[in-house]
């Protein structure tokens, strides 16, 4: 620890040594010298000054904007009377890492460019003296200030003799390279949300190329995140910039300042890096959130709990249900104790489910993934697993085989459940129905996105009680079934009839695996089908007869091999034969053209003041399908639509997307389906509702009329 | 026995899944981790000082707490303790009720970590003046405020709120005259907490040298 000895000598040091006037100076890790772009001055006209350092290896200058720490040098000019010095124009720094902190500058040299203007009416053969005081701020793990004062004498001539100085022209040349340029050629928008800037970047026709990478240096401090990884991403012929926003000081400029650097650079390749931007910040991506239409916890519960009771009317839950009320008719006969017993398990069930499904989704998001409601179908394996295995359930329920010996003396098909069933029962049911939104549920699950996590998990408790609730009370007032036969042989015709209804379930899950995966996988999926159907039928024909152990074990081995077999080879084979990029072609009836959604795009039409509609979606929840065909595609709607000249966006979240999971959320949702309609500019969003009829999407589109009346 | 197999199956299918669902998770890139948030509860710490006494945040409850994060080598540190400024303002706020904690993040062995001996003389000859010199050499505290620079100043309000952070003052330099023309943000946001006031700026930007974490 002789450290700040030497601390303090090189602090004396820099502080004492600053009265040396030679060009150039030494002070301390920096050569500073001043240096002038002509060899003599003329009256009236500007001329290029620089100031040059030499900085030793290892030890850094800072950029105007710092970063983190540190500061900037600067200059104070003694120049004679009537010259005049402009701004410092700075050349693009690089970052400078050191985590945690980032801070923005400069190793090994650093030219700082000044235009000087001499009067006009300068004498002429005379010397001049220009001065300037510079200080400086030189770090490397320690930082040391230093100050000293730089002198240049030049000549005055006339006019037509000033020649620019041979010697250091290719100096000057090659700091101007380095400047920021000003392109007004290039379109540079400015997207400020809730947790982001967005900088969306159009290029102009005569740039050949694309950008590779872009790094975004704010003037200002205080309104980017420094260290955090700067997302460059390129979508048709825009690309976007996305940078993690300052939320400590909370700053809202009106105009974004800096410089975006690029590669290979802004007029082509080996041209320009650096490209000034100074535009408008547009918030509307703030205006939205927190907007939701939910004002308390009270409130999200009632929500979370409706929600849940008309997710069981849902498609994806309706077959699977089915059963469970199947199985209270059976436990009906067995007493009203016992059937209340299995009600309250298959709740407990659905709401531990309900919760896991919830944790699991709070982890991943606090490890900063953007996931949503419905994230564990936007992964092809889920999709495959979860098709596998409402496959065989529905051979199950057909009768292929049973499950363990068939047991004698009891009503033949009829289910007699466990407890362990009962609660498993309630774990198919929530994983079954989570490609679903009802109504009220959309803005149940968006507030429990603002909430802390103890909240947000009792608001998806809620949803699960919700879900529960109609089969609780089925069991605790069995009589309500009375209208229904006694159990008998119609309950084993309908058992086999649901199966049906299950493989329903798995064509379209093997439709979703198709847009997500594409087709091979899904031959894949039949091929596992296969060997599953295989296994289900070596069960029922050797497993389930009675009183021959050895037959029954193997079969029952042979059985949980292939289906353990299959479907890991089928997870294999997935992984390896997927297509990863699968297009979609944006066809719709009518003419009407639905775009991708982005947000850039998305601001550009609402600057536009045209209306928009936007359709969050996705291929594995059913009801968007279901809306889509019934109103969106509905012949009125089409006509309405068309004349009325919408903007139709179409966010599709079949697949892991973060800039729609982020658009969700803006709008305080993490479920799709959501139909957000922009009336106009200045408007402000309308949620239209999660179940949609014609007639609701034209009582919707009725005000845009209204407004354009007025 | 008859249901059991099945429900083995729909656990082993279950669990496939949950598995499936987490290899297609990326790891995340850097995870977001929790700082100091002003307007929200400070949270709490617990350090030693130069004098080996563990403190804690959550004991000074009642009381308004200022945390100073501290670099004796940094220049703009020097600012403030070669003028003075520092020292004063320790001695000013504590003679208020105010408790004033300094604390180091610089990592062992990294530029302004000092220990033992050393560091008693050094607290002595800068003139330090404030309730404890707290020693975070991990740099979990100054991390879990996300402390970018020295100085980084913090307060937190009798109620265990964080009211204000950022930089000391106004003049982001390293000039010894400064000091005199700043307007000094953590006495004007202390000022107007302790009388019942607004606080005009509650968070700028601080300025200094990066904290050597």
């Not at chain 1, 050191?98 to 500058?105: A, E, K, M």
């Not at chain 1, 235009?115 to 510079?134: F, Q």
């Not at chain 2, 300094?102 to 062992?108: Q, R």
Request: proline residues 6%; glycine residues 8%.
């Amino acid at each position: 620890m002789r450290r700040p000895l030497f601390v303090y000598i090189s602090i004396f040091l820099t502080v004492f040594s600053t009265i040396a006037f030679a060009n150039p100076v030494r002070v301390g890790q920096v050569e500073v010298a001043l240096l002038s772009e002509t060899e003599q001055i003329t009256a009236g006209k500007p001329f290029g000054s620089a100031i040059h350092f030499k900085i030793d290896d290892g030890w850094h200058l800072y950029w105007k904007n710092p970063g983190d720490a540190g500061a900037p040098p600067s200059i104070e000019w003694q120049l004679p009377d009537g010259f005049t010095a402009g701004e410092i124009q700075w050349p693009y720094p690089h970052r400078i890492d050191l985590p945690p902190l980032t801070d923005f500058g400069y190793d090994k040299e650093l030219t700082l460019l000044v235009e000087i203007t001499p009067p006009s009416n300068l004498p002429v053969s005379r010397n001049v003296e220009l001065r300037a005081t510079i200080d400086w701020l030189v770090c490397k793990e320690i930082c040391i200030p230093g100050e000293t004062e730089v002198r240049l004498e030049l000549p005055t001539g006339s006019s037509n003799l000033s020649a620019s100085n041979s010697a250091n022209h290719a100096f000057f040349a090659s700091a101007r390279e380095k400047l920021p340029i000003e392109n007004e050629d290039w379109e540079i928008q400015a997207l400020m949300t809730e947790n982001e800037l967005l900088l969306s970047i159009g290029k102009p026709n005569w740039v050949e190329g694309k950008l590779q990478s872009v790094l975004f240096f704010p003037e200002e401090r205080g309104i980017i995140v420094n260290p955090a990884r700067q997302i460059f991403q390129a979508s048709g012929e825009r690309q976007t910039l996305r940078i993690p926003r300052d939320k400590n000081v909370h700053l809202t400029p009106e105009r974004l300042k800096g410089i975006l650097v690029a590669e290979p650079g802004w007029r082509g390749p080996g041209s320009e890096r650096a490209l000034k931007i100074n535009i408008p910040i547009d918030y509307t991506g703030i205006a939205v959130v927190a907007k939701g239409e939910i004002s308390g916890i009270w409130m999200a519960l009632l929500f979370a709990f409706l929600g849940g009771m008309i997710l069981n009317l849902m498609p994806c839950v309706l077959p699977v249900l089915s059963l469970k009320v199947l199985g209270i008719v059976s436990q009906a006969e067995q007493g009203r104790r016992k059937s209340l017993w299995h009600g309250s398990i298959f709740a407990a069930g659905v709401i531990a489910s309900f919760l896991v499904l919830a944790g699991i989704l709070l982890i991943l998001q606090a490890g900063g993934n953007s996931l949503g409601w419905g994230f564990q179908l936007q992964s092809p394996a889920f999709v495959f697993v979860l098709a596998s295995f409402l496959f065989l359930f529905a051979l199950n329920l057909m009768g292929l085989f049973e499950i363990g010996p068939v047991s004698f003396g009891r009503k033949a098909g009829v289910s007699h459940h466990t407890s362990v069933q009962s609660f498993l029962n309630g774990v198919t049911a929530t994983v079954v129905a989570t490609p679903c939104t009802a109504p009220f549920m959309g803005s149940a699950l968006g507030y429990s996105l603002s909430q802390p996590p103890l909240a947000a998990l009792l608001i998806f408790a809620f949803l699960g009680a919700g879900m529960a609730f109609p089969y609780i009370v089925l069991s605790a007032f069995p009589q309500l079934l009375r209208f229904l036969p006694k159990p008998g042989r119609w309950m084993v015709i309908l058992k086999h009839f649901m199966g049906f209804l299950l493989l329903g379930t798995v064509v379209w899950l093997a439709s979703v695996l198709n847009l997500q995966a594409g087709g091979s996988a899904v031959v894949i999926l039949l091929l596992v089908f296969l060997i599953l159907a295989l296994a289900a039928w070596i069960k029922g024909q050797w497993g389930s007869i009675p009183l021959t152990g050895t037959r029954t074990f193997l079969a029952a081995t042979a059985f949980v091999f292939l289906i353990t077999f299959g479907v890991t080879i089928g997870l294999y084979a997935l992984d390896k034969f997927a297509e990863t990029e699968i297009t979609r072609a944006g066809t719709a009836p009518g003419g009407l053209v639905w775009e991708n959604y982005s947000a850039e795009r998305l601001a550009q039409l609402r600057n536009e003041g045209r209306p928009v509609l936007i359709d969050f979606t996705a291929a594995w929840c059913l009801s968007c399908q279901v809306n889509k065909r019934v109103a969106l595609e509905n012949d009125d709607v089409v006509k309405r639509l068309a004349e009325l000249n919408l903007a139709l966006m179409r966010a599709d979240w079949t697949r892991r997307d973060d800039n729609i999971t982020y658009a969700l959320a803006q709008y305080g949702r993490n479920s799709v389906p959501l139909y957000v309609l922009y009336t106009g500019k200045d408007s402000l969003p309308q949620f239209l509702p999660e179940i949609l009829t014609p007639q609701v999407v034209l009582d919707a589109l009725a005000q845009i009329e209204d407004r354009s009346i007025i | 026995m008859t249901r059991t197999h099945f429900s083995i199956l729909t656990l082993l299918a279950l669990s496939v899944v949950a598995l499936a669902a987490f290899a297609e998770q990326k790891t995340p890139e850097t995870a977001a981790v929790a700082t100091a948030t002003v307007g929200q509860t400070a949270p709490d710490f617990t350090l030693i000082d130069a004098n080996g006494k563990s403190h804690s945040l959550s004991s000074f409850k009642g009381k308004f707490v200022v945390l100073e994060w501290v670099n004796f080598d940094c220049p703009f540190v020097r600012k403030h303790y070669n003028s003075g400024n520092m020292p004063r303002l320790q001695k000013e706020m504590m003679e208020k009720g105010v408790v004033w904690l300094g604390i180091c993040s610089s990592a062992s062995g990294k530029q302004g970590y000092f220990e033992g001996k050393e560091l008693t003389e050094r607290l002595k000859s800068e003139g330090f003046s404030a309730n404890a010199y707290l020693i975070d050499n991990d740099g979990k505290v100054g991390r879990m405020y996300g402390a970018k620079t020295t100085p980084h100043m913090y307060i937190i309000s009798p109620e265990g709120t964080l009211i204000y952070a950022g930089a000391i003052d106004d003049k982001p330099t390293t000039k010894l005259d400064d000091v005199k023309g700043a307007s000094n943000y953590v006495v004007a946001a202390l000022q107007a907490a302790m009388g019942g006031k607004e606080i005009a700026t509650k968070s700028t930007v601080s300025y200094g040298c990066s904290v050597k974490y």
